[in-house]
């Protein structure tokens, strides 16, 4: 076999056969096969794909790049959440200790936020002390001792999609439905899990614009697991307007310990149940939303919580007294400039008004505000009154309110709130 | 401008700008522009093709990626002849010396051999003394003085298509036909030409087996000129059984000698007058096949073959007495094995079994053997008798000859001798 020939056969339209895929990912590794041709395979795959065989085949070569976890000690099945990313897509911090308080181990390993998208680890630093890279044998004992983890992937976890990831950022080859299926379900596939649930988000503030391309992806996941023994589920959901009502670090925080306190966002409540239910059934239970909305009712959910960040070295008293959360010096409001109804809040551009506050990262290496943020006091359907504040922009020294602005657009006739949950693929 | 930028519109088959593309050949001289990048950006070009003026500005921005001749103190019209490349193709050293004694001037700029082709630069060196590489000056100097020079690249002739063609060897990008295009153009449009003839090779024994690709390729570069205000004209010939009856280094040279003296095969001198009349004709000068005899059989021609070897170092004593060449210490017939009329003599197969005797390089790194090659005694059409011999072979230690036998095919019935010259693109 050489790098060359492989490349050839995809270029022309044929495909590798599992032994190929093994030794070009394991070669790319190894700098046996030089970043150069792992870059003009990544384009043949952009445009000629994988087939399923195919595309297990990489899935399971990624896989075993590096370190796999070994979970066995853990006598619940293990069940995992990942979405595609989206604005306000606060889910995963509510949801994990509330699959736990239901019998089920959450091995939750999650990112940090990029351009106008936000990072469930970037969230969780905004509790003081809260550790989040962690080694295998710590995140195994943080599971074993409240029932689910949030942390970083290990170094060891998945080397090749890291570099390739990289390379792919640098050659226009991210896009790709496989190398994208394959790059998540890899590190998936990585926690030794029972079941996954994906949230594979569609509209203007997710990574998938469109209904189509969002499908093929969750399908694509889907076959992935299937090849390799783990039942998936896909929820394809709305990302047209951001989930929930905060989107920014500590405010998102917030709202989610407002949600595991009972209260909170309708939209954010109806994910957040729609996805646990669907990891509950993976795990055998049935009846997922009542016994969901139980271990909330009951505070056992919140208390896991607590005890999570205890164990990850933060401080559970900001969760105790949202308050003491990092918070912005300034804050300021945008208001309707007529009356009528919500008809626009764009998921992206409030993403990438809270990236410019501070929220976000424009390129990788920039640092973080947790304090800094959006509230949305309307959202589309809502009926507003000129004057009437329809977002809140929390701010260190510097705001743009026309960016938040022109976010919003405001319809004389009433607009329908939207479909959150739109498809689900298994 | 960045170079994902650029990955990406190629990629979903938009097209770059002039700009654009003299930046990205800068870069990638430069090293600015990463060898992944290039890789990902040649094989969108594989796969998508570049239009007309993205190929001018292509060729532009790698003709000045290094120093460009200046021959304009030489008065002559200044015109050069280049092939994709065959099996026993040695046109070249007859060539440029007719044509210049016909009052052309040639900067023959040649190459090397790889696989089962041969190199000019190669079958010169089977001459004692002889130096093919020559810089700026010496080249300027040698045409000066006796109207022609046969030499390789100087290394600062086009460095961007040295960088680019060893990637597309590395990445399956070879076979592209605006890059193969743009990489023989942009290093003939450096030479300062007033014009090109192209003989393009179809057959089994040359990079394009199929007439229309050989076409298409012709046609491309034939555009490129008329880009660059260069008069090409391309023929394309038939490559499948070998030009003239030698192949190897000194063979080929003896039998260049031979048609400079007035005789030789007669498909060698067909394509020689062919092309040369075409260069005449670009140089303004009618009935140039008459004129290339007269020059051949008064002398002239061959005289100053002996001059450029002088001036290059070489032993003109080795041309005036072939039986001075390297020669190989043993050889052996191969015969046909029943009567009938020579069906198939095939140039890749005889290109390959001359290569492993040591005429050729199976990789660029290996050393020629001068001496060794093939004979061929009987060629397509020609009738012959069980037991007479169909080659001899020339080799030094050990010898394959069924490899050989295997490129012949003899048939019962009469078959008519190929066409040479196919079709001529202006």
């Given at each position: 076999v050489n790098a060359v020939e492989l490349i050839e056969r995809k270029r022309d339209g044929g495909r590798l056969s599992d032994a190929e895929i093994a030794w070009l990912i394991d070669g790319y590794v190894a700098d046996r096969v030089a970043d150069y041709q792992m870059a003009a395979m990544a384009m043949t795959i952009y445009l000629h794909g994988l087939d399923d065989a195919e595309l297990a085949a990489w899935t399971g070569a990624m896989l075993h790049s590096g370190e796999v976890f070994d979970l066995s000690e853990i006598d619940r099945p293990k069940i995992d959440k990942h979405s595609t990313g989206g604005v306000g897509?606060?889910?995963s911090i509510p949801l994990a200790p509330m699959v736990a308080a239901c019998g089920v181990a959450v091995p939750m390993m999650s990112g940090r936020g990029l351009g106008h998208t936000g990072g469930t680890l970037d969230k969780l630093e905004s509790i003081p002390g809260m550790e989040v890279r962690l080694d295998g044998s710590q995140i195994s004992t943080v599971i074993k001792k409240c029932g689910f983890v949030m942390a970083g992937q290990t170094?060891?976890?998945?080397p090749a999609d890291r570099k390739l990831y990289a390379l792919r950022d640098a050659t226009?080859?991210?896009?790709?439905i496989p190398l994208i299926a394959s790059s998540i379900m890899s590190k998936k596939l990585a926690e030794d899990l029972d079941g996954l649930v994906l949230d594979v988000k569609v509209g203007?503030?997710?990574?998938?614009?469109?209904l189509a391309h969002a499908r093929l992806l969750a399908s694509t996941m889907v076959g992935i697991g299937a090849n390799h023994g783990v039942p998936v589920v896909a929820l394809l959901t709305a990302m047209d307007q951001p989930l929930g009502n905060t989107v920014g670090n500590s405010l998102e925080i917030a709202e989610s310990v407002e949600l595991l306190r009972g209260s909170g966002p309708p939209d954010l409540l109806e994910v957040t149940l729609e996805l646990g239910s669907r990891m509950l059934a993976l795990a055998g239970i049935e009846n997922g939303t009542e016994t969901l909305q139980r271990v909330v009712a009951d505070g056992r959910a919140f208390e896991l919580l607590l005890k999570m960040v205890e164990l990850q070295g933060g401080d559970p008293g900001v969760l105790a007294d949202?308050?003491?959360?990092p918070t912005a010096p300034q804050t300021m409001e945008v208001t309707a400039?007529?009356?009528?109804?919500?008809g626009r809040c764009d998921a992206k551009a409030i993403g990438v008004a809270a990236m410019r506050l501070g929220a976000g990262r424009e390129l990788k290496e920039d640092k973080i505000d947790h304090a800094v943020g959006i509230t949305l006091l309307a959202k589309v359907g809502d009926p507003v009154e000129a004057g009437q504040p329809l977002a809140r922009i929390h701010y260190r020294d510097t705001v743009d309110p026309a960016a938040v602005e022109s976010a919003f657009s405001v319809s004389e006739s009433p607009v329908p709130s939207h479909q959150i949950i739109l498809e689900e693929i298994r």
């Open positions: 897509d606060k889910v170094d060891n976890l998945v226009g080859t991210v896009p790709s203007s503030g997710a990574f998938m614009t469109d949202p308050s003491l959360l400039t007529h009356t009528g109804f919500v």
